[in-house]
């Protein structure tokens, strides 16, 4: 029964990506995006799997996820909410300043440093990002994704994994480095372990990816609500945002 749980609170951590996705694109890529939408017409192996997942995720998201996020939503003061997510995103310093280090933004790393250690003190744990409402420090998201594009490594093909939503090979890949100084993933030969083991990180996880769902899933229904075809609108939404992502 443990090992049965475990699969079904993994699964759950991943279904969240489509969400956090719909979320990342701000107001402005989303005028420009809808604006001048080109579908690039190159390879896609794996076309025929990816409409499936496609459809798989956006079901999972929109049957299970979102009505789960909005009943933890009522029940659940905003204030928390928000504090949680506050947090979990403090702690994912690391992340975000190595990758501005691999990628030469020394300004930018600078100021993660200085937003981590802000938020960290005078945020309370980072409950509050002090940072950003006082201080207007911004913060500097990063992965190593965006790093080897930055250095030329190509997307390759197009990705959709069930319970996690749109990606491409170089990002798939490219999660692996990023959980080797993630604080939430346990790793026995790291000091600063948020986790006493891998199980406990995996409810870790779940739990921020939920709560972050509470917060979000209005940006979801919105992108989705008027798509024809879901799979060409995730996939050409995805590709744009992380070219435009790179490039910044």
């Given amino acids: 029964m443990k090992n049965i749980n475990f699969s079904i609170i993994i699964s759950i951590i991943f279904i969240f990506n489509s969400l956090s996705f719909a979320q990342e694109l701000n107001d402005d890529f989303m005028d420009e995006f809808s604006e001048e939408m080109t579908i690039e017409e190159s390879s896609d192996p794996l076309k025929g799997y990816n409409k499936v997942a496609t459809s798989f995720n956006h079901g999972a998201m929109t049957h299970v996820v979102i009505p789960m996020a909005k009943g933890y939503e009522k029940a659940t003061p905003d204030f928390f909410r928000d504090g949680v997510n506050n947090f979990f995103r403090n702690i994912l310093f690391p992340i975000r300043f190595a990758n501005n280090m691999l990628q030469l933004k020394f300004k930018n790393s600078f100021e993660e440093t200085q937003r981590f250690l802000i938020n960290s003190t005078i945020g309370i744990a980072g409950l509050r990002d002090v940072a950003h409402t ?19 490594v190509g997307s390759g093909p197009h990705i959709v994994v069930p319970f996690y939503g749109p990606s491409n090979l170089r990002d798939l890949i490219s999660m692996y480095p990023d959980s080797l100084v993630d ?60 070219d435009k992502l790179i490039k910044e």
């Fill in 134 to 152: 006082h201080f207007k420090i911004h913060e500097h998201k990063e992965d190593f994704g965006q790093t080897l594009g930055h250095y030329g």
């Fill in 183 to 242: 604080p939430v993933v346990y790793n026995q030969k790291r000091s600063y372990n948020l986790t006493a083991k891998n199980s406990d990180s995996t409810y870790l996880k779940t739990y921020d990816k939920f709560n972050y769902a509470s917060l979000h899933y209005n940006e979801y229904e919105e992108f989705t609500k008027d798509a024809v075809d879901l799979y060409t609108l995730f996939k050409t939404a995805y590709e744009q945002n992380r």
